[in-house]
């Protein structure tokens, strides 16, 4: 079984490059938010290491997109957490209308006390707004925290469990090209809008979304 990424070489260390990358490098994100909620702050991502930082019960453990993306920089956990805190820092100095930050572009949440690392960045930076995916459903322990995250920040955070399952209060969750219940269709995957930071659904709809798969 693979534990790691199928790119080794494409792990950096923290303290060697910018681990929040702005959405304008990548056309599927966007940079700019213009959809009503969090509109005018500005997107970023944080990629880690597939499966390293992954629960094994993910169902795409095997079949990763990030096994066609040989060419991302998946960032090493030794050190990230105080890196992450300077950026965003600076990054929200000189974002006046806050920064929205899009957790994993690969990689998952880890650990309980990483998730709790963001609620302490949550409460340090009031600007800051944190959406994202997560295949740590919420029986489990990291799961759990995730969803207290949601609950005590449900204006700056939305992370939503991936399986198909329809939405109930608060959950949200996104779903496969297999779901059927009530949800819309990832509007950028369909062509519909340009970019996440254009559509805004994933961190204000109250409904599932469904993907197409990788």
């Known amino acids: 079984m693979k534990t790691s990424t199928v790119y080794p070489k ?5 303290n060697d490059f910018a681990v929040l990358k702005p959405g304008s490098n990548n056309a599927k994100l966007g940079f700019k938010i213009t959809s ?4 005018g702050k ?4 944080l990629t880690l290491t597939e499966r390293e930082t ?5 169902h795409h453990w095997d079949d ?3 096994n066609n993306m040989p060419f991302a920089h ?8 105080e890196k992450l805190e300077t950026e965003i820092e600076s990054l929200t100095k000189k974002h006046k209308e806050g920064i929205v930050i899009r957790l994993h572009v690969l990689g998952d949440f880890y650990s309980k006390e990483y ?33 207290l995250l949601n609950i005590r920040f449900h204006d700056r955070c939305v992370i939503r469990y991936s399986k198909n399952e329809q939405y109930t209060s608060p959950n949200r969750y996104a779903g496969n090209q297999l779901f059927k219940g009530k949800g819309f269709d990832c509007p950028e995957q369909t062509g519909k809008l340009p970019s996440c930071a254009a559509c805004g659904l994933c961190w204000s709809a109250d409904r599932t979304v469904r993907f197409i798969n990788h």
């Not at 500005?42 to 991502?45: E, M």
């Not at 998946?74 to 957490?81: K, V």
């Open 115 to 147: 998730v709790q690392f963001w609620q302490e960045m949550l409460l340090q930076f009031p600007t800051l707004c944190l959406f994202g995916y997560t295949a740590n459903w919420e029986s489990t322990p990291i799961g759990r925290e995730i969803y």
């Open 74 to 81: 998946r960032f090493s956990t030794n050190g990230l957490e």
């Open 10 to 14: 494409s792990i950096k260390s923290v």
């Open 36 to 39: 009503n909620k969090w509109k």
């Open 54 to 58: 992954c629960p094994t019960s993910c």
């Open 42 to 45: 500005r997107l970023y991502s």
């Open 64 to 66: 990763c997109y990030g």
